[in-house]
């Protein structure tokens, strides 16, 4: 599964674009975007951000208690 950006906790500053060794994020609307068709589940994306915002659980593992 492709690494999930949380951007309420992204601070936009490209530590993941420059970690990731395929190029799988790119930036838009200042915001980084994974292309899941790309990435390669490295999680070099996520041991480079310092805020915590970069995640590899499902949406549905995520989800809700409800």
């Known amino acids: ?10 601070r ?3 530590r993941c674009v ?9 930036i838009f609307s ?3 975007v994974v292309d899941p068709a790309i990435c ?3 999680e070099a994306c996520m041991e480079s951000c ?3 915002a970069i995640t ?4 549905e593992e995520r989800g809700s208690n409800g």
Do not use: D, R, Y
């Open 56 to 59: 590899f659980t499902s949406s």
């Open 1 to 10: 599964m492709a690494a999930f950006i949380l951007e309420k906790l992204c």
């Open 12 to 14: 936009g500053c490209k």
């Open 40 to 42: 390669i589940e490295c």
């Open 30 to 32: 200042h915001l980084p």
């Open 18 to 26: 420059n970690a990731c060794p395929v190029q799988a994020i790119t």
């Open 50 to 52: 310092m805020h915590g």
